[in-house]
């Protein structure tokens, strides 16, 4: 069956320091990837999508990488602040005519940013 | 702009009653869906809808009736409640799904309890 897994459940960093989350996923061939953020009591925010055939995609402080040989993605968040601190969700998808119901969610990874 | 609009914030059921998840957006979105969100298991699938007549399973759908009557609106209903219903909520919607790899813009959730 098809996995997702976010490496840990929670990271614990200190300010200015980089963030890195992992996402891996076994018996899968997704088409994209997408990392969304959400906050305590909120839905979750889309922050970056990088396709299959793209390396790295980078917006701000937030670098996003795709290994499809290692079945990886990292997701960076250099220079981090406290308001940084929140739960971090990786998403896959197939291009399957472009419907959504194809999007499999990973379980999150909580940072927390100390100052 | 609203958004994606989701009531109730909160509900407690008892066993065996009835209720109405509701969901609007007011973007013009083709796709709506919904997912539950339990610890530990990360975002699952329930039902999703790629425009106005047409819906189809998700990951999850046991339990739960949908329909889509509108563009705008996308009703989640839940005809017996059971314990194992207790959940976090979220309607999520996208512009198109014919653009493949469209982000995700989630509802702040519903949070229900069945006892």
């Known amino acids: 069956s098809q996995k997702i897994e976010q490496n840990s459940e929670a990271l614990n960093i200190q300010e200015g320091k980089t963030a890195t989350l992992t996402c891996n996923y076994t018996?899968?061939?997704?088409?994209?990837l997408q990392w969304y953020r959400q906050d305590p009591g909120r839905g979750p925010v889309f922050l970056l999508l990088i396709r299959e055939n793209e390396k790295e995609k980078r917006k701000e402080r937030l670098k996003v990488t795709f290994d499809t040989t290692l079945k990886q993605s990292l997701f960076h968040i250099t220079a981090s602040q406290p308001a940084d601190s929140a739960t971090y969700l990786c998403?896959?998808?197939?291009?399957?005519?472009?419907?959504?119901?194809?999007?499999?969610f990973g379980k999150g990874t909580k940072l927390s940013v100390k100052p | 702009n609203a958004g994606v609009t989701q009531t109730p914030k909160f509900q407690v059921l008892k066993t065996g009653q009835s209720m109405t998840l509701q969901c609007a957006q007011d973007m013009n979105h083709e796709y709506m869906s919904w997912y539950r969100q339990d610890p530990g298991m990360g975002l699952r699938l329930i039902h999703y809808?790629?425009?106005?007549?047409?819906?189809d399973q998700g990951e999850v759908p046991n339990g739960y009736n949908v329909s889509r009557s509108t563009t705008e609106d996308f009703p989640l209903r839940l005809l017996s409640a059971a314990p194992s219903q207790t959940s976090v909520y979220f309607c999520?919607?996208?512009?198109?799904?014919?653009?493949?790899?469209?982000?995700?813009?989630f509802g702040s959730g519903t949070q229900l309890s069945v006892l």
């Open positions: 018996n899968y061939s997704p088409a994209y």
């Open positions: 999520a919607s996208s512009y198109s799904i014919r653009a493949t790899n469209e982000k995700l813009f």
């Open positions: 809808s790629v425009g106005a007549g047409i819906t």
């Open positions: 998403a896959l998808g197939r291009d399957y005519g472009g419907s959504q119901g194809n999007l499999i």
